[in-house]
């Protein structure tokens, strides 16, 4: 019996994708035609051409169409190397950004005037082109989040005839290098007058409309770097996440925290309530979880004698994929030995206040979209003290009926009083219903909404908090506390639990929870309990999600838009349904 010919033989030569023999022919054939169709359009009418001979066509082809001409002119500078459009090396003096500061000083260039006596050289990549006859162009060269014009006129060129057919080469999106002369345009815009130019590496594809954008959120998301070329507000949100990263390690660091970094995989999937993503380790053949959180690792630091650590990094709970959540994202965590969840909500409180004016100007005032730039608003006042809701009192207030007393809250009639509370208030819950879920979609319901500039939930029962030490004044409680902004936690903490005999009676509890079906449930880490049974010292333990305070700080209303290369189903295409796997962002 004849065998079937498998997927992906032949390499297509232009995408370098595997595919079909027939799947090749075909594709060859319609590169043959679109070819035929490109060099048409390129020969224009003389009357045409001389306003704007090439651009104004190739407007006209479809993205497959552009390609093909555009990978063919470059295909053909390979192999005659005239120019290289790939060169190894150009000499850049200075950036855009300090061009821009340096040259745009009232009085320094008069209109129409250049600085002949003064050579720079710039780089960036092209993102309007227009011309003005044949003897002078103008550039919109972008880099470094700054732009600058290139007023190109074929008088200031070294060599005449090089300088024009250089320029007759670049098109939108092109990286180019510029030699030349600070300058300002008759008009008085800054400029740069270019003696020589350089083409450093070719953009192959359209550019999206300079006019109208890139729009398409899927698109902005799998090609994260056409975001950035596109979008100065895209560019922005991230310098504004590395500058809260870097306040947030500055404020540690001048606290006298010493920053650490502990493992990504583990035998035991602790320190957080979560499901955990699961791998396997080929040479012990061993299964391994990524890390949910960096806590019991932290704390066994603390018990060896480093009293203040923390740890920015990416943690991994195989969860849902929403608005506010996304399987991996950046978590601080912070062990401050001989303090109290007292000590840490001033802490948070200054923190945030003072991050927030770093950024502001001094303002504490965050206004925040969670349906978009043309949705509600919501105005957030970072300046403290933050309100601070206590978690039973609040509910009992909103709810109209007297809980049963803390030291009770872990029992079979809690459970039913909480069921049927839900089922009064229309709270859904899914199985399994244990009184720590029931009560944390009460707290969603009722007391979460409440939470718009940031504020604090305390009180929380101990059947919530495994990790967390009892409440000193008030039995079945602990002293936790969690921050919330615009209805969404962003902040979690608690005095730590050092009793070891504790301890391990609240991992067996959650142990039992997980053979009820409660897949995020903490199992026994034996090694954490061996660690306190060496002594912990009292000790106050903090942890944020830094993309969820992202989104907050720059109006992201989608945790998407703060993360570089979010999460993303898989684009079927031919090379990834014929058994080759996806990459992170879905693309092959």
């Known amino acids: 019996m004849a065998t079937e010919t498998p997927a992906g033989t032949h390499k297509d030569p232009v995408t370098g994708e595997m595919i079909s023999k027939t799947e090749l022919k075909r594709?060859?054939?319609?590169?043959e035609k679109d070819a035929k169709k490109a060099e048409k359009a390129a020969a224009a009418p003389p009357q045409q051409a001389a306003a704007k001979p090439a651009a104004a066509n190739e407007d006209d082809l479809n993205p497959n169409q552009y390609f093909e001409l555009r990978a063919r002119t470059i295909q053909k500078l390979k192999e005659t190397?005239?120019?290289?459009?790939?060169?190894?090396?150009?000499?850049?003096?200075?950036?855009?950004?300090?061009?821009?500061?340096?040259?745009?000083?009232?009085?320094?260039i008069t209109s129409g005037q250049k600085l002949d006596n003064v050579i720079v050289s710039l780089s960036g990549r092209v993102h309007n082109i227009r011309s003005s006859g044949n003897k002078l162009k103008f550039y919109d060269l972008h880099g470094e989040g700054s732009q600058v014009q290139i007023l190109a006129n074929v008088r200031d060129a070294e060599n005449q005839d090089e300088f024009l057919s250089t320029q007759a080469l670049f098109r939108r999106g092109d990286i180019v290098g510029v030699?030349?002369?600070?300058?300002?345009?008759?008009k008085g815009e800054l400029s740069i007058s270019p003696t020589r130019m350089v083409l450093l590496a070719p953009n192959l594809h359209q550019l999206p409309s300079a006019h109208f954008g890139l729009k398409d959120q899927e698109t902005r998301y799998r090609k994260r770097y056409l975001d950035l070329i596109m979008s100065p507000s895209t560019r922005n949100i991230f310098i504004t996440r590395a500058r809260v990263i870097n306040y947030l390690r500055r404020y540690l660091d001048n606290l006298?925290?010493?920053?650490?970094?502990?493992?990504?995989?583990?035998?035991?999937?602790?320190?957080?309530?979560?499901?955990?993503?699961?791998?396997?380790?080929?040479?012990?053949d061993l299964d391994l979880y990524l890390r949910v959180a960096p806590e019991l690792y932290l704390k066994q630091l603390t018990v060896g004698g480093l009293d203040r650590v923390y740890e920015i990094g990416r943690?991994?709970?195989?969860?849902?994929?929403?608005?506010?959540?996304?399987?991996?994202?950046?978590?601080?965590?912070?062990?401050?030995?001989?303090?109290?969840?007292?000590?840490?909500?001033?802490?948070?409180?200054?923190?945030?206040?003072s991050m927030v004016k770093y950024l502001n100007g001094g303002s504490t005032i965050v206004k925040y979209h969670p349906e978009g730039k043309d949705g509600k608003e919501l105005v957030m006042d970072f300046k403290t003290p933050w309100k601070r809701y206590d978690m039973i009192k609040t509910l009992e207030e909103k709810t109209g009926v007297k809980f049963p007393p803390g030291d009770t809250l872990h029992t079979d009639e809690t459970n039913k009083f909480l069921r049927d509370l839900c089922v009064k208030h229309n709270v859904e819950c899914s199985e399994p219903r244990t009184n720590a879920r029931l009560l944390d979609k009460l707290v969603g319901d009722f007391?979460?909404?409440?939470?718009?500039?940031?504020?604090?939930?305390?009180?929380?029962?101990?059947?919530?908090?495994?990790?967390a030490k009892n409440h000193r004044s008030r039995p079945g409680l602990c002293e936790r506390f969690e921050g919330?902004?615009?209805?969404?936690?962003?902040?979690?903490?608690?005095?730590?639990?050092?009793?070891?005999?504790?301890?391990?009676?609240?991992?067996?509890?959650?142990?039992?929870?997980?053979?009820?079906?409660d897949d995020e449930a903490q199992g026994v880490d034996e090694v954490f309990v061996d660690a306190l049974e060496h002594g912990l010292p009292p000790t106050a333990g903090w942890g944020m999600g830094i993309d969820r305070l992202i989104m907050f700080l720059t109006d992201s209303p989608n945790i998407k838009e703060v993360l570089l290369f979010p999460a993303m189903k898989p684009v079927e295409t031919a090379a990834n349904t014929s058994g080759k796997e996806p990459g992170p962002a879905g693309q092959v």
């Not at 594709?27 to 590169?31: A, I």
């Not at 909404?449 to 495994?466: D, E, N, R, W, Y």
């Open 447 to 467: 007391i979460e909404p409440l939470c718009i500039s940031p504020a604090f939930i305390t009180g929380h029962p101990q059947v919530m908090s495994p990790l």
């Open 81 to 108: 190397q005239s120019p290289n459009p790939y060169p190894h090396k150009f000499e850049v003096t200075q950036s855009i950004t300090s061009f821009v500061a340096q040259y745009s000083k009232e009085g320094l």
């Open 179 to 186: 030699v030349g002369h600070p300058s300002r345009s008759q």
């Open 256 to 284: 006298g925290f010493l920053e650490v970094e502990t493992p990504m995989t583990s035998m035991v999937a602790g320190g957080a309530t979560a499901r955990p993503f699961v791998t396997h380790h080929n040479d012990l």
């Open 27 to 31: 594709r060859e054939k319609q590169r």
């Open 484 to 517: 919330f902004m615009c209805g969404k936690e962003f902040c979690n903490a608690y005095t730590e639990l050092n009793d070891p005999f504790e301890q391990r009676l609240r991992f067996e509890e959650q142990a039992r929870q997980k053979e009820q079906g």
């Open 315 to 353: 943690v991994f709970r195989n969860e849902g994929i929403d608005l506010t959540h996304n399987p991996e994202f950046t978590l601080c965590e912070f062990y401050m030995a001989y303090a109290d969840m007292y000590d840490l909500m001033e802490i948070t409180e200054d923190l945030l206040e």
